[in-house]
Protein backbone atom coordinates (compact mmCIF):
# COMPACT_ATOMS: atom_id res chain seq x y z
CA UNK A 1 0.00 0.00 0.00
CA UNK A 2 1.08 3.77 -0.59
CA UNK A 3 -0.54 6.67 0.78
CA UNK A 4 -0.42 10.36 -0.58
CA UNK A 5 -1.72 12.39 1.57
CA UNK A 6 -3.53 16.03 0.34
CA UNK A 7 -5.15 18.83 1.89
CA UNK A 8 -3.06 18.71 5.15
CA UNK A 9 -2.24 20.14 7.77
CA UNK A 10 -6.14 21.15 8.01
CA UNK A 11 -8.44 19.05 6.25
CA UNK A 12 -6.37 16.09 5.53
CA UNK A 13 -7.28 13.17 3.23
CA UNK A 14 -5.27 9.79 2.39
CA UNK A 15 -5.53 8.17 -0.76
CA UNK A 16 -4.74 4.60 -0.54
CA UNK A 17 -3.14 3.37 -3.46
CA UNK A 18 -3.43 -0.55 -3.64
CA UNK A 19 -1.61 -2.86 -6.05
CA UNK A 20 -3.62 -5.78 -7.99
CA UNK A 21 -5.64 -7.98 -5.13
CA UNK A 22 -4.24 -6.24 -2.28
CA UNK A 23 -6.20 -5.45 1.03
CA UNK A 24 -6.21 -2.81 3.23
CA UNK A 25 -8.13 -2.30 6.81
CA UNK A 26 -10.39 1.29 6.85
CA UNK A 27 -12.66 2.66 9.09
CA UNK A 28 -15.36 2.55 7.29
CA UNK A 29 -17.02 5.90 8.37
CA UNK A 30 -13.83 7.29 6.89
CA UNK A 31 -14.37 5.96 3.34
CA UNK A 32 -14.91 8.79 0.74
CA UNK A 33 -14.28 7.21 -2.44
CA UNK A 34 -12.47 4.06 -3.71
CA UNK A 35 -11.87 3.30 -7.26
CA UNK A 36 -14.58 1.61 -9.12
CA UNK A 37 -14.80 -2.09 -8.63
CA UNK A 38 -13.26 -2.19 -5.59
CA UNK A 39 -14.28 -4.73 -3.01
CA UNK A 40 -15.79 -3.41 0.30
CA UNK A 41 -16.69 -5.74 3.20
CA UNK A 42 -17.41 -4.25 6.31
CA UNK A 43 -16.94 -6.23 9.48
CA UNK A 44 -18.17 -5.78 13.37
CA UNK A 45 -20.50 -2.53 14.46
CA UNK A 46 -20.14 0.51 16.04
CA UNK A 47 -16.89 1.68 16.81
CA UNK A 48 -14.79 -1.89 16.62
CA UNK A 49 -16.28 -2.01 12.79
CA UNK A 50 -13.19 -2.77 10.08
CA UNK A 51 -14.03 -2.25 6.30
CA UNK A 52 -11.94 -5.11 4.32
CA UNK A 53 -11.20 -3.34 1.78
CA UNK A 54 -9.74 -5.59 -1.50
CA UNK A 55 -8.57 -4.03 -4.89
CA UNK A 56 -9.60 -5.61 -8.15
CA UNK A 57 -7.17 -6.76 -10.73
CA UNK A 58 -6.06 -3.70 -12.13
CA UNK A 59 -5.42 -2.36 -8.20
CA UNK A 60 -7.09 0.66 -6.72
CA UNK A 61 -7.58 2.87 -4.78
CA UNK A 62 -9.05 4.84 -1.51
CA UNK A 63 -10.10 8.04 0.16
CA UNK A 64 -9.92 8.23 3.56
CA UNK A 65 -11.30 11.21 4.74
CA UNK A 66 -11.35 11.70 9.00
CA UNK A 67 -15.04 13.13 10.22
CA UNK A 68 -12.37 15.79 12.11
CA UNK A 69 -10.48 18.31 10.92
CA UNK A 70 -6.54 18.29 11.23
CA UNK A 71 -3.30 16.79 10.29
CA UNK A 72 -2.72 13.10 9.25
CA UNK A 73 0.24 10.76 10.09
CA UNK A 74 1.71 7.74 8.57
CA UNK A 75 3.34 5.08 11.50
CA UNK A 76 6.01 2.97 9.52
CA UNK A 77 6.15 -0.35 11.35
CA UNK A 78 9.39 -2.45 10.59
CA UNK A 79 8.51 -5.54 13.30
CA UNK A 80 10.57 -4.31 16.32
CA UNK A 81 8.30 -2.48 18.01
CA UNK A 82 4.34 -1.62 17.79
CA UNK A 83 2.26 1.40 19.03
CA UNK A 84 -0.52 2.61 21.10
CA UNK A 85 -3.73 3.84 19.05
CA UNK A 86 -6.18 6.06 20.25
CA UNK A 87 -9.25 4.26 18.74
CA UNK A 88 -10.39 7.46 17.33
CA UNK A 89 -7.34 8.34 15.74
CA UNK A 90 -6.95 5.07 13.29
CA UNK A 91 -7.74 5.53 9.65
CA UNK A 92 -6.32 2.71 7.91
CA UNK A 93 -3.54 -0.02 8.14
CA UNK A 94 -1.89 -2.43 5.99
CA UNK A 95 -3.37 -6.56 5.78
CA UNK A 96 -0.02 -7.13 7.61
CA UNK A 97 -0.57 -5.31 10.38
CA UNK A 98 -2.08 -6.65 13.73
CA UNK A 99 -4.32 -5.05 15.48
CA UNK A 100 -4.57 -6.67 19.20
CA UNK A 101 -6.87 -4.48 21.82
CA UNK A 102 -5.69 -7.58 24.59
CA UNK A 103 -1.91 -7.06 23.70
CA UNK A 104 0.28 -7.31 26.93
CA UNK A 105 0.51 -2.99 26.77
CA UNK A 106 -3.43 -2.98 27.07
CA UNK A 107 -3.68 -4.99 30.04
CA UNK A 108 -1.02 -3.08 31.88
CA UNK A 109 -3.40 -0.17 31.24
CA UNK A 110 -6.29 -0.94 31.52
CA UNK A 111 -6.26 -4.44 33.60
CA UNK A 112 -9.45 -6.80 31.92
CA UNK A 113 -11.71 -4.12 31.15
CA UNK A 114 -11.62 -2.76 27.12
CA UNK A 115 -10.18 0.94 26.90
CA UNK A 116 -9.90 3.02 24.54
CA UNK A 117 -6.37 2.21 23.17
CA UNK A 118 -5.49 -0.32 20.83
CA UNK A 119 -2.45 -2.18 19.85
CA UNK A 120 -0.74 -2.50 16.55
CA UNK A 121 2.12 -4.48 16.05
CA UNK A 122 3.91 -6.57 12.88
CA UNK A 123 5.37 -4.62 9.76
CA UNK A 124 3.20 -2.03 7.12
CA UNK A 125 1.69 0.98 7.79
CA UNK A 126 -1.05 2.65 9.91
CA UNK A 127 -2.80 5.84 8.64
CA UNK A 128 -3.77 7.99 11.62
CA UNK A 129 -5.39 11.23 11.85
CA UNK A 130 -5.84 14.04 14.56
CA UNK A 131 -8.32 16.58 15.22
CA UNK A 132 -5.96 20.24 14.76
CA UNK A 133 -2.29 20.20 14.46
CA UNK A 134 0.06 17.25 15.22
CA UNK A 135 2.86 17.35 17.36
CA UNK A 136 5.60 14.78 18.22
CA UNK A 137 6.78 14.75 21.74
CA UNK A 138 10.56 13.03 21.45
CA UNK A 139 11.65 11.78 25.50
CA UNK A 140 14.77 10.87 26.30
CA UNK A 141 15.84 8.17 28.40
CA UNK A 142 14.59 9.55 31.91
CA UNK A 143 12.66 12.32 30.83
CA UNK A 144 8.85 12.82 31.63
CA UNK A 145 5.83 14.85 30.62
CA UNK A 146 2.19 14.29 31.44
CA UNK A 147 -0.18 14.49 28.87
CA UNK A 148 -4.05 14.91 29.14
CA UNK A 149 -5.86 11.27 27.10
CA UNK A 150 -7.60 13.62 24.83
CA UNK A 151 -4.71 14.67 23.14
CA UNK A 152 -2.75 11.39 22.97
CA UNK A 153 -3.01 9.98 19.23
CA UNK A 154 -0.44 7.35 19.68
CA UNK A 155 3.03 6.26 20.93
CA UNK A 156 5.26 3.96 20.67
CA UNK A 157 5.97 0.79 23.63
CA UNK A 158 9.18 1.86 24.26
CA UNK A 159 7.67 4.57 26.32
CA UNK A 160 6.81 3.75 29.43
CA UNK A 161 3.30 5.10 30.65
CA UNK A 162 1.33 5.30 33.26
CA UNK A 163 -2.48 6.11 33.50
CA UNK A 164 -4.25 8.24 36.37
CA UNK A 165 -7.10 10.29 37.22
CA UNK A 166 -6.48 13.87 36.23
CA UNK A 167 -8.20 14.85 39.50
CA UNK A 168 -9.25 12.74 42.56
CA UNK A 169 -12.71 13.59 43.18
CA UNK A 170 -13.62 14.01 39.14
CA UNK A 171 -15.73 12.23 36.51
CA UNK A 172 -13.44 9.13 35.02
CA UNK A 173 -14.13 6.98 31.79
CA UNK A 174 -11.77 3.84 30.81
CA UNK A 175 -13.98 3.12 27.77
CA UNK A 176 -13.74 6.97 26.89
CA UNK A 177 -10.70 8.10 28.64
CA UNK A 178 -12.65 11.11 30.39
CA UNK A 179 -10.72 12.66 33.65
CA UNK A 180 -7.68 10.38 32.66
CA UNK A 181 -4.29 11.47 31.82
CA UNK A 182 -1.10 9.72 31.04
CA UNK A 183 2.48 9.98 32.30
CA UNK A 184 4.86 9.17 29.94
CA UNK A 185 8.60 8.02 30.56
CA UNK A 186 10.98 8.05 27.60
CA UNK A 187 12.80 7.42 25.77
CA UNK A 188 10.52 6.93 22.81
CA UNK A 189 7.99 9.02 20.90
CA UNK A 190 4.32 10.74 21.34
CA UNK A 191 1.94 11.57 19.16
CA UNK A 192 0.12 14.60 20.34
CA UNK A 193 -3.11 16.52 18.84
CA UNK A 194 -3.62 20.48 19.55
CA UNK A 195 -7.80 19.47 19.99
CA UNK A 196 -9.20 17.59 21.74
CA UNK A 197 -12.79 15.62 20.64
CA UNK A 198 -14.19 15.26 23.81
CA UNK A 199 -14.39 19.16 24.41
CA UNK A 200 -15.56 19.47 21.51
CA UNK A 201 -18.54 17.26 22.30
CA UNK A 202 -18.52 19.00 26.01
CA UNK A 203 -18.52 22.86 24.15
CA UNK A 204 -21.60 21.57 21.77
CA UNK A 205 -23.55 20.65 24.69
CA UNK A 206 -23.03 23.23 26.60
CA UNK A 207 -24.13 25.64 23.78
CA UNK A 208 -27.25 23.34 22.72
CA UNK A 209 -25.87 21.97 20.21
CA UNK A 210 -26.82 18.04 19.23
CA UNK A 211 -27.77 16.05 16.29
CA UNK A 212 -31.14 16.62 16.31
CA UNK A 213 -31.03 20.48 15.94
Given amino acids: MQV ?14 LAPGELVL ?7 ATSYGLTVEVKGAGTKAVALCT ?9 AAPALPGDLHLVELDGTHGWCLARLS ?27 LNYAHGQGVVVLACYGTL ?12 IGSDHVVAFAD ?11 D ?10 LVFDFAGPGAVLTQTR ?18
Fill in 4 to 17: RTRHTPTFGVARLV
Fill in 26 to 32: VDPLTVA
Fill in 55 to 63: AGAAGGWID
Fill in 90 to 116: WIASSSTVAMNPEAPPMKALFGGLEGF
Fill in 135 to 146: DLVTLEAGEAVT
Fill in 158 to 168: TVQCRLRPSAA
Fill in 170 to 179: GAQSIPTGEG
Fill in 196 to 213: GPRRLTTWLRANGVSSRS
